[in-house]
C-alpha cells in the first residue's frame, strides 16, 4: 500500500486509500502539476514471471487506457493519465465524490424505492447505449453497486471497466465479471450487448428486493413480486425479462429498456415484449440457448495484424452434464444445477488472452454428449475365499466405525479453532463422520485454492473457519457450500486477509 505523502510518477501525491483488493488499489491523489486538483489514482500489479507476457499486458494496457480516455460521456469518469514503473501500472482518472450504490443500500436498509430504482436504470441505461454503438463495441461487463456511483447531483456515473484484469494470468474469460450479476454466457466467455442488461437487471432485483444475487447461488435470482411483492407488475415483468437465462429472450438492447422504464415512469401503458420461455418437458419448442451468430448485431472486426486490435474470444462450447444432463460450461468443476463432481468428464476450452476489449460471437461447436450409462445388473463371477476376505474386512471395518473414540474429528483433520483464531469456536465435542458431500466439498475448496479454509459438519450446518484473501473469496466459498455439500444452514468464522478487497 503507498503511503500519504508519498510522490508518484513525479507528479501525484497520494492523500489516502479509497479502495479496492488483490491486485488493484484506488488512491485520491492531487496533480502537483495542475493546482493540487483531485485525482483518482488506480495502481495495479502484475505478478508476471515471463518478460513476454508482461510486455503484451503492458501493451494491451496502454490500448485499453487509450480506449477509455477517447468515451466522451457524462455517465463516464474522463480518463487523465497513465503510466508504469516496473510491474506497478497507474491509470489516473477523474475523481468522483459520493458514494457507491452499495453504500446507498447499505444505509437504506438494503433496498431503494421503485422511482429511485428507475431514475438510476435510465441514467445507467443511456451509458450503456453510449458503450454499445461505439464502433466498435465497448461491452461494460462487470455491472454491479459497488460500480456504480451516486453523486450527490443526482448524476450516477460508471466507475472500473476492469482494467485491471489486464494483469491477471488468467486462463480464460470466465473470470471477468461478478458471480451474481454476470449472466451465463459470460462464464463462456461470450459476452454482447445483451449480457450488460442482465447485470443492470440483478442490480435493479437487488435494489428492490434487498435480495443480494452474490451470495446466493448463480442464476437463481427469483420472479421479482415473489419476494418483493408490493413492486408492480409492469417493472417486475421487465426485470425479470432482463435475468432471463437465455440471452435470446431478454429485450433486444438498452433502447427498449429504456423505452419501457420510461413508459412506467410516465404513467403510460409499457409497450409489453412477448417474454418467451423454456418448454416444460424440454422438447418440442424450446428456443435454442444462445443461438449464434445472433440477429441484428452487425460486428466488423478488424484485421488481425493490427496491434490495436481487440481480442477475439475463442469459442466455448457448453457441455452435458452426465448426471443431470444440464448444458454446464465445459470448464466447470462442478454442475451448477445438480452439484455433481465433473472434474476430468470435460475438456478445457480454448485459452482466451486477458487484454479482451470486445467480444465477437461466431456458431459455437456441437455440445459434447457422454456415453449413455447402462444401469443393468451386471454378474460378475467372484472367487469364493476372495468374497470371505472381503466379508470379513467389511465386519472388522464397521466394528472399527462403531467403537473407536469420539473425540477424533472426521471432517478435517485441522485443529478447530486453528491457532490464532480469535473467534468465538464452536462446539465440537460430538463430531460426525465424514460422508460424500464434506468429501466433494473438500475437494471442491482444493481445487479453487482454499486449503486455508476449513469446515466441519453437524447436522444440516456446516461450520466454516479459516482464512481467504478478499471478501470475493468468502462469498465464493460459501456458494460452494451450499452448492455442493447441499445444506441448510451456515456458520461463518471466515477472517478476511484483505481489508479493501471488494465483492
Same mark, same amino acid.
Given at each position: 500500500?503507498?503511503?500519504?505523502?508519498?510522490?508518484?510518477?513525479?507528479?501525484?501525491?497520494?492523500?489516502?486509500?479509497?479502495?479496492?483488493?488483490?491486485?488493484?488499489?484506488?488512491?485520491?491523489?492531487?496533480?502537483?502539476?495542475?493546482? =493540487?486538483?483531485?485525482?483518482?489514482?488506480?495502481?495495479?500489479?502484475?505478478? /508476471?514471471?515471463?518478460?513476454?507476457?508482461?510486455?503484451?499486458?503492458?501493451?494491451?494496457?496502454?490500448?485499453?487506457?487509450?480506449?477509455?480516455?477517447?468515451?466522451?460521456?457524462?455517465?463516464?469518469? *474522463?480518463?487523465?493519465?497513465?503510466?508504469?514503473?516496473?510491474?506497478?501500472?497507474?491509470?489516473?482518472?477523474?475523481?468522483?465524490?459520493?458514494?457507491?450504490?452499495?453504500?446507498?443500500?447499505?444505509?437504506?436498509?438494503?433496498?431503494?424505492?421503485?422511482?429511485?430504482?428507475?431514475?438510476?436504470?435510465?441514467?445507467?441505461?443511456?451509458?450503456?447505449?453510449?458503450?454499445?454503438?461505439?464502433?466498435?463495441?465497448?461491452?461494460? *461487463?462487470?455491472?454491479?453497486?459497488?460500480?456504480?456511483?451516486?453523486?450527490?447531483?443526482?448524476?450516477?456515473?460508471?466507475?472500473? /471497466?476492469?482494467?485491471?484484469?489486464?494483469?491477471?494470468?488468467?486462463?480464460?474469460?470466465?473470470?471477468?465479471?461478478?458471480?451474481?450479476?454476470?449472466?451465463?454466457?459470460?462464464?463462456?466467455?461470450?459476452?454482447?450487448?445483451?449480457?450488460?442488461?442482465?447485470?443492470?437487471?440483478?442490480?435493479?432485483?437487488?435494489?428492490?428486493?434487498?435480495?443480494?444475487?452474490?451470495?446466493?447461488?448463480?442464476?437463481?435470482?427469483?420472479?421479482?413480486?415473489?419476494?418483493?411483492?408490493?413492486?408492480?407488475? =409492469?417493472?417486475?415483468?421487465?426485470?425479470?425479462?432482463?435475468?432471463?437465462?437465455?440471452?435470446?429472450?431478454?429485450?433486444?438492447?438498452?433502447?427498449?429498456?429504456?423505452?419501457?422504464?420510461?413508459?412506467?415512469?410516465?404513467?403510460?401503458?409499457?409497450?409489453?415484449?412477448?417474454?418467451?420461455?423454456?418448454?416444460?418437458?424440454?422438447?418440442?419448442?424450446?428456443?435454442?440457448?444462445?443461438?449464434?451468430?445472433?440477429?441484428?448485431?452487425?460486428?466488423?472486426?478488424?484485421?488481425?495484424?493490427?496491434?490495436?486490435?481487440?481480442?477475439?474470444?475463442?469459442?466455448?462450447?457448453?457441455?452435458?452434464?452426465?448426471?443431470?444432463?444440464?448444458?454446464?460450461?465445459?470448464?466447470?468443476?462442478?454442475?451448477?444445477?445438480? =452439484?455433481?463432481?465433473?472434474?476430468?468428464?470435460?475438456?478445457?476450452?480454448?485459452?482466451?488472452?486477458?487484454?479482451?476489449?470486445?467480444?465477437?460471437?461466431?456458431?459455437?461447436?456441437?455440445?459434447?454428449?457422454?456415453?449413455?450409462?447402462?444401469?443393468?445388473?451386471?454378474?460378475?463371477?467372484?472367487?469364493?475365499?476372495?468374497?470371505?476376505?472381503?466379508?470379513?474386512?467389511?465386519? /472388522?471395518?464397521?466394528?472399527?466405525?462403531?467403537?473407536?473414540?469420539?473425540?477424533?474429528?472426521?471432517?478435517?483433520?485441522?485443529?478447530?479453532?486453528?491457532?490464532?483464531?480469535?473467534?468465538?469456536?464452536?462446539?465440537?465435542?460430538?463430531?460426525?463422520?465424514?460422508?460424500?458431500?464434506?468429501?466433494?466439498? *473438500?475437494?471442491?475448496?482444493?481445487?479453487?485454492?482454499?486449503?486455508?479454509?476449513? /469446515?466441519?459438519?453437524?447436522?444440516?450446518?456446516?461450520?466454516?473457519?479459516?482464512?481467504?484473501?478478499?471478501?470475493?473469496?468468502?462469498?465464493?466459498?460459501?456458494?460452494?457450500?451450499?452448492?455442493?455439500?447441499?445444506?441448510?444452514?451456515?456458520?461463518?468464522?471466515?477472517?478476511?486477509?484483505?481489508?479493501?478487497?471488494?465483492?
Amino acid at each position: 500500500m503507498i503511503q500519504a505523502n508519498t510522490i508518484v510518477g513525479g507528479r501525484y501525491r497520494v492523500m489516502k486509500p479509497l479502495g479496492g483488493g488483490g491486485m488493484k488499489l484506488v488512491y485520491l491523489a492531487e496533480d502537483l502539476r495542475l493546482a =493540487a486538483r483531485p485525482c483518482a489514482l488506480a495502481e495495479m500489479v502484475d505478478s /508476471f514471471t515471463s518478460p513476454d507476457m508482461q510486455k503484451q499486458a503492458v501493451a494491451a494496457f496502454q490500448r485499453e487506457a487509450d480506449m477509455l480516455a477517447q468515451l466522451s460521456n457524462e455517465h463516464i469518469p *474522463r480518463v487523465f493519465d497513465r503510466f508504469s514503473d516496473e510491474n506497478r501500472h497507474y491509470l489516473v482518472m477523474e475523481y468522483i465524490e459520493g458514494l457507491t450504490l452499495e453504500q446507498k443500500l447499505k444505509d437504506n436498509g438494503g433496498k431503494l424505492g421503485e422511482v429511485e430504482v428507475i431514475d438510476l436504470a435510465l441514467q445507467v441505461l443511456d451509458t450503456l447505449g453510449y458503450l454499445h454503438n461505439l464502433e466498435p463495441p465497448v461491452i461494460y *461487463r462487470d455491472l454491479k453497486p459497488s460500480n456504480v456511483m451516486l453523486m450527490p447531483s443526482g448524476l450516477v456515473k460508471l466507475i472500473d /471497466f476492469g482494467i485491471a484484469r489486464l494483469f491477471q494470468p488468467l486462463s480464460n474469460a470466465t473470470m471477468i465479471g461478478t458471480q451474481g450479476y454476470a449472466p451465463p454466457e459470460q462464464y463462456r466467455g461470450k459476452v454482447e450487448s445483451r449480457s450488460d442488461l442482465y447485470a443492470l437487471g440483478a442490480t435493479m432485483h437487488h435494489a428492490l428486493s434487498g435480495r443480494d444475487p452474490a451470495v446466493e447461488p448463480p442464476f437463481s435470482s427469483p420472479p421479482l413480486r415473489s419476494v418483493a411483492p408490493a413492486v408492480a407488475p =409492469a417493472l417486475a415483468e421487465i426485470v425479470d425479462q432482463a435475468l432471463q437465462y437465455d440471452v435470446i429472450l431478454r429485450m433486444a438492447d438498452a433502447l427498449e429498456f429504456k423505452n419501457r422504464l420510461l413508459a412506467i415512469k410516465n404513467g403510460t401503458a409499457p409497450v409489453q415484449a412477448p417474454i418467451l420461455t423454456r418448454n416444460s418437458t424440454g422438447t418440442g419448442g424450446e428456443r435454442p440457448q444462445l443461438k449464434l451468430p445472433l440477429t441484428g448485431l452487425q460486428y466488423k472486426p478488424p484485421p488481425q495484424s493490427s496491434p490495436s486490435a481487440p481480442t477475439i474470444l475463442s469459442d466455448a462450447i457448453d457441455a452435458q452434464c452426465p448426471r443431470c444432463s444440464r448444458q454446464i460450461p465445459v470448464d466447470s468443476n462442478f454442475c451448477s444445477f445438480c =452439484a455433481t463432481d465433473v472434474t476430468g468428464h470435460l475438456r478445457s476450452v480454448a485459452n482466451a488472452a486477458p487484454d479482451a476489449q470486445t467480444i465477437f460471437l461466431d456458431e459455437p461447436a456441437e455440445p459434447m454428449t457422454f456415453p449413455e450409462r447402462d444401469d443393468r445388473p451386471r454378474r460378475s463371477k467372484r472367487n469364493p475365499v476372495r468374497t470371505l476376505l472381503y466379508i470379513v474386512g467389511g465386519a /472388522f471395518l464397521v466394528g472399527y466405525l462403531m467403537f473407536r473414540p469420539s473425540s477424533q474429528p472426521d471432517t478435517d483433520t485441522t485443529s478447530y479453532p486453528p491457532p490464532g483464531y480469535g473467534g468465538a469456536a464452536p462446539d465440537t465435542t460430538e463430531p460426525v463422520p465424514s460422508e460424500a458431500r464434506t468429501i466433494a466439498l *473438500r475437494r471442491a475448496l482444493n481445487s479453487m485454492g482454499y486449503q486455508s479454509v476449513h /469446515f466441519k459438519l453437524e447436522g444440516d450446518t456446516i461450520i466454516l473457519w479459516g482464512t481467504v484473501p478478499t471478501e470475493a473469496d468468502r462469498i465464493m466459498v460459501q456458494t460452494q457450500v451450499f452448492l455442493v455439500a447441499r445444506i441448510f444452514s451456515l456458520e461463518d468464522h471466515l477472517q478476511v486477509q484483505n481489508a479493501f478487497a471488494e465483492p
